[in-house]
C-alpha cells in the first residue's frame, strides 16, 4: 500500500531546494517594484472564492456530474474534458428538446446547463471567514485585475464594490482610471448565457469575445503579471500569453505564478519541477509559498523601496520635463500666475504625477538637483511660496487630483508641512520670512482625517500661540476651503459658545460671535477647533 506523504513534507523539500520566498525573489526587483507602483496586473483565481467556501474546480464538476447523471465515470479525464463529458451527457440524455437540430436549440441547452452548473456553485458554497490576509491584498491592489471566476468575492470582499467590472460578451468597456478595472474574462454568476465551463466554451472563447482576446495580450505584454490562487493552466490565458511572447520576441513583461505547496502531495514534486522549468522559458517565474507569505514579505519589501532614491526620482521620471518647465519659470512669473508654471492642458495622469513630483521636490535634495534646482537642504521663501501655492491650485482646482493621491502621498504633503514649520512666534517660515498661515490650512482639507489627526497637535501650536501681529493666521475666513465638513454643527456651536468666553480670545470675541449665525462659517471653523482641541495647551490657555 502507498502511504501518501503530507503537504508539509513538500513545503520542507521545496524550501530546502529554493529557499524560502525571499530567496526565490533575491535579485530580482521588479514584482516589488511594480506592486510598490501599483502598476501591474493581478490575476486571481479560484483560490480566492475558494478562501470563502467556494468550491474548487474537482468539486464543482462532480457536484454537476450527480445533478444531471450520476452513472457518468470522470475519474481518468482531464479536467476540462470532465466538463465537457458532463455537457455532452446533458445535451444527449436530459435536455427536454433533444436531438439537437439546430443552433437555437443547442443555445437554448447550453444556457439551461449553464443555470445548473451556477445553481450547484451555490449549492456547493460553505459561507467561511473573511481571511485577514483579505486587508493586507487590499492595500495593494492595481488598477487592472483580470479573474476567471464567476462569483462577486472579488468585488463584494476585495474591492467593496467600489470596481469597474467588465465581463465577457459584454460589449465594449469604458476603462475607468479612478476604480479597479475588473476583467471576468469566464463571465458573472449574473450572467449565464456567457458562462465558459466545458471545453467547447473554453474553445469557443477567442472567436466569441475579441476584445477580451486583445487585451489579455496588451495586458501581458506591457505589465508585470501577478497570479495568485491560479494555477496558470487555462487553454484560453496560456495561449493569450504566448501569443504576446512570440510577437515581442520574448520580451514581455515577467509573469509571477504563486504556488501553495500545501496544496500538493509529496508525489506531485517532479511534476511541479516540470512546470517550473517549462513556464521559466516563457518568461513565467514560479513562487512556492502561501498568499499570506508572499503578501507579508511584499509590504516589507514595498515600504523599503517607496521609501528610496531610487523610487522618487523613478516616479518623477515621466513629468520631468514638466519640473524642468515648472523651474525654470519660478523666477519670471507672479507667485499666483500657476497658468503660466502648471500645464494648462493635461491629463489626469499627468496632474496626478505632477502633484506628487511638487510634493517630491519640496522634500528630497536629489529631486531637486534633477530638475537643477540646486538649493541644497533649505528651501528659500520664494521657492516654498510657489510650491505651496501651485500645489493649492492643483488640489482646489482639480478633484480627481486629491482622489487619486494615496495615503503616503498625504504622509508626504505632511511632511513638507512640518518641515518648514517654526514655533518662532507661531509663523510658518520659509528660510527667514513668513508665511500667510492661510496658505498652509488652505491644504488641510485635503488631507485624510486620520493624518488629520495626527499632525493636529504640531499645527495646533500655530493657531494658540500665534502673536497678534499674526492675527492673520485667522484671517480671511473665504481662504478656508468651504467644502469642509467634518465636525457636526451640534458640537461646533457649543465649543465655540466655550471658546468665546476665554479671556485670551477677547480681541478675536467679536469676530467669532459674528459668524455663529453662519453655518458655512460654523463649518469653515470646525476644522480649527478640530485641531485646536487636540493640542495639550488646549484647556490651560481656553479653560474648555
Known amino acids: 500500500m502507498i502511504r501518501l506523504v503530507t503537504a508539509t513534507d513538500l513545503t520542507d523539500i521545496i524550501h530546502q531546494t529554493f529557499g524560502g520566498l525571499q530567496e ?11 506592486v510598490a507602483r501599483r502598476q501591474y496586473v493581478l490575476f486571481l483565481g479560484a483560490g480566492i472564492p475558494a478562501s470563502m467556501g467556494y468550491p474548487g474546480w474537482d468539486e464543482l464538476v462532480e457536484g454537476v456530474r ?80 483580470v479573474t476567471t471566476n464567476w462569483d462577486k468575492t472579488i468585488e463584494t470582499e476585495l474591492l467593496d464594490g467600489l470596481v469597474n467590472c467588465f465581463c465577457f460578451c459584454a460589449g465594449m468597456p469604458s476603462v475607468n482610471r479612478r476604480l479597479p478595472n475588473l476583467y471576468k474574462i469566464h463571465g458573472d454568476v449574473a450572467d449565464p448565457r456567457y458562462l465558459v465551463f466545458t471545453e467547447d466554451q473554453f474553445y469557443r472563447w477567442e472567436q466569441d469575445d475579441t476584445y477580451l482576446v486583445a487585451k489579455l495580450r496588451v495586458l501581458f505584454s506591457e505589465n508585470v503579471t501577478l497570479c495568485m490562487g491560479y494555477s496558470f493552466r487555462d487553454p484560453n490565458v496560456q495561449h493569450q500569453h504566448f501569443r504576446a ?29 516540470e512546470r517550473r522549468e517549462y513556464y521559466g522559458s516563457r518568461n513565467v517565474t514560479v513562487l512556492f509559498g502561501s498568499i499570506p507569505e508572499l503578501l507579508e514579505l511584499l509590504e516589507g519589501e514595498v515600504k523599503d523601496y517607496a521609501q528610496s532614491a531610487a523610487y522618487r526620482l523613478e516616479s518623477i521620471e515621466p513629468i520631468k520635463n514638466d519640473l524642468l518647465n515648472w523651474r525654470n519659470k519660478l523666477e519670471t512669473t507672479d507667485v499666483r500666475q500657476h497658468w503660466l508654471r502648471l500645464p494648462t492642458k493635461a491629463s489626469t495622469e499627468r496632474l496626478i ?16 538637483e534633477v530638475i537643477g534646482l540646486d538649493i541644497g537642504e533649505g528651501m528659500p521663501h520664494e521657492v516654498g511660496i510657489r510650491l505651496l501655492e501651485d500645489l493649492r491650485y492643483l488640489l482646489v482646482n482639480h478633484n480627481v487630483v486629491k482622489e487619486h493621491l494615496s495615503e503616503s502621498d498625504y504622509l508626504d504633503l505632511v511632511a513638507l508641512l512640518n518641515r518648514f514649520s517654526t514655533k518662532d512666534g507661531g509663523a510658518w517660515q520659509f528660510g527667514q520670512q513668513r508665511v500667510r498661515f492661510n496658505l498652509v490650512l488652505d491644504l488641510l482639507p485635503f488631507l485624510p482625517v486620520n493624518i488629520l489627526d495626527a499632525m493636529a497637535p504640531t499645527l495646533a501650536e500655530h493657531l494658540l500661540f500665534s502673536g497678534p501681529s499674526y492675527g492673520d493666521c485667522w484671517g480671511s475666513w473665504n ?32 469676530k467669532i460671535q459674528e459668524y455663529l449665525q453662519d453655518d458655512k462659517a460654523l463649518t469653515r471653523l470646525g476644522i480649527r477647533l478640530r485641531l485646536l482641541q487636540k493640542h495639550p495647551g488646549w484647556k490651560e490657555v481656553t479653560g474648555v
Not at 24 to 34: E, F, H, K, P, S
Not at 83 to 101: D, E, M, S
Open 24 to 34: 526565490q525573489l533575491r535579485g530580482d526587483n521588479r514584482l516589488i517594484q511594480a
Open 66 to 145: 450527480q445533478e444531471v447523471g450520476r452513472s457518468i465515470r470522470l475519474s481518468t479525464i482531464h479536467p476540462l474534458e470532465q466538463a465537457q463529458v458532463v455537457w455532452n451527457h446533458y445535451v444527449n440524455n436530459v435536455f427536454k428538446a433533444r436531438p439537437i437540430t439546430d443552433a437555437t436549440q443547442r443555445t437554448q441547452a447550453e444556457l439551461e446547463f449553464n443555470k445548473i452548473v451556477l445553481s450547484t456553485l451555490q449549492r456547493l458554497y460553505k459561507p467561511s471567514r473573511r481571511p485577514d490576509w483579505f486587508d493586507l491584498l487590499q492595500k495593494y491592489l492595481p488598477v487592472n485585475i
Open 245 to 273: 511572447f512570440l510577437r515581442f520576441q520574448g520580451s514581455v513583461e515577467p509573469v509571477y505564478l504563486l504556488i501553495d505547496p500545501t496544496m500538493h502531495r509529496k508525489d506531485e514534486w517532479g511534476l511541479l519541477k
Open 353 to 368: 504625477l505632477l502633484t506628487k513630483g511638487l510634493i517630491l521636490v519640496g522634500l528630497f535634495p536629489e529631486i531637486r
Open 479 to 510: 481662504d478656508i476651503d468651504r467644502r469642509v465638513n467634518e465636525i457636526p454643527m451640534g458640537l461646533v456651536r457649543p465649543v465655540i459658545e466655550e471658546l468665546i468666553q476665554a479671556e485670551s480670545w477677547s480681541e478675536r470675541r467679536v
